[in-house]
Structure formats: structure tokens, C-alpha cells
């Protein structure tokens, strides 16, 4: 089992850049045996996976919509995954959350095992 738990949001602008960290509590599997994830969720939208790092190898997949402005990273020494988010617009406002599954995971919709309680990231143009 594991607990996660996110931070790091807040206020930006248009094109400011931001991280957010996501630290694990594991037990019974080292955190380095998750495949760990970024969620979002927009008011009145439904929540979408952002990124995704698997375990083992670290193999990453992100949304089209993200690619080549967020880059998500781990540190497994630190039971930790980072989510940098550059170049952010209006559009990337929303709640983030970090997720974990003990699936290798080779696609976005994925099935969430554990979930944090999530993360404001608001952009102002």
C-alpha cells in the first residue's frame, strides 16, 4: 500500500513555469516498484492523465497536450516524482494529482490504485 501526497501548486502566470513533487509513503513494495503518475482535473471537465513514469526502467508517456512543455522525473531515493511544468497557459489550470499503480503501464487510461488528495495549479493570462 501507499499513501502520496502532492504540493507545489499555486498562482502563475502565462508562461511562468512550476514543479510539483509528490512524495510516497510505501509499505510492503519500495516505491520504486510503482509506476507513478500525473493527473488533472478542470472545473467542469473530467480528470485526465498528464504524465506517466513506470517502474523498473522508468519508461514515460505523456498527453499530447503536454509533450515537450512538462517532463515528469523520479527519485527513488527520496520516494519522490516531480511533475515540471514549463511554459504553462490558462488551459493547464487545474487540480493535479499524483497517482500510483503497481501495473506497468503502457497507456494513459490506466487504472489508478492509489490516489492523493491533489494539488491547485491556476495560470492567469
Known amino acids: 500500500q501507499v499513501q502520496v501526497v502532492e504540493s507545489g501548486g499555486g498562482l502563475v502566470q502565462a508562461g511562468d513555469s512550476l514543479r510539483l513533487s509528490c512524495v510516497a509513503s510505501?509499505?510492503?513494495?519500495?516505491?520504486?516498484?510503482?509506476?507513478m503518475g500525473w493527473f488533472r482535473q478542470a472545473p467542469g471537465k473530467e480528470r485526465e492523465a498528464v504524465a506517466i513514469?513506470?517502474?523498473?526502467?522508468?519508461?514515460?508517456i505523456y498527453a499530447d497536450s503536454v509533450k515537450g512543455r512538462f517532463t515528469i522525473s523520479r527519485d527513488n531515493a527520496k520516494n519522490t516524482v516531480y511533475l515540471q511544468m514549463n511554459s504553462l497557459k490558462s488551459e493547464d489550470t487545474a487540480v493535479y494529482y499524483c497517482?500510483?499503480?503497481?501495473?506497468?503501464?503502457?497507456?494513459?487510461?490506466?487504472?489508478?490504485?492509489?490516489w492523493g488528495q491533489g494539488t491547485q495549479v491556476t495560470v492567469s493570462s
Open positions: 497517482a500510483a499503480t503497481i501495473k506497468y503501464v503502457q497507456r494513459l487510461d490506466f487504472s489508478v490504485d492509489y
Open positions: 510505501a509499505s510492503g513494495r519500495t516505491f520504486s516498484r510503482y509506476t
Open positions: 513514469i513506470n517502474w523498473g526502467g522508468g519508461s514515460i
